[in-house]
């Protein structure tokens, strides 16, 4: 699924992105604790959705890879943390959906975990 049908899926708001519109998304990650998703096996093409709304968020899709973050249940970051998003080149989004909605959404777009099974 690419960004702009990403979106649509999550009725999200885009907050930020310079990103390739054509990039691919094919897993989801969700988490409120970095350290579970830096635990995690993510990688390029994969979603991370979060209530975090931190720099720390944006720093922990860098290092593992992640092409987009997700803030759920309408949560907007503030300033500093977007700032940061464009500098990397990540997309952030904001959709009013809960995290169990968004990921149930994905899954049935066919994504797949962060180990890959359905």
Not at 93 to 103: E, H, K, N, R, V
Request: charged share 20%; with cysteine; proline share 5%.
């Amino acid at each position: 699924m690419k960004l702009p049908e990403l979106i649509q899926k999550l009725d999200a708001e885009l907050i930020a992105g310079n990103a390739n519109p054509d990039t691919e998304f094919h897993k989801v990650g969700a988490s409120d604790f970095m350290s579970d998703i830096l635990a995690a096996a993510l990688s390029e093409g994969s979603v991370l959705l979060t209530g975090l709304t931190t720099v720390q968020a944006v720093k922990t899709a860098v290092i593992s890879g992640v092409g987009a973050v997700g803030f759920v249940r309408g949560k907007k970051p503030p300033q500093e943390v977007i700032d940061v998003a464009q500098h990397h080149g990540i997309p952030l989004l904001s959709t009013p959906c809960s995290m169990f909605i968004s990921c149930g959404r994905l899954y049935s777009e066919g994504f797949t975990g962060l180990n890959g099974k359905r």
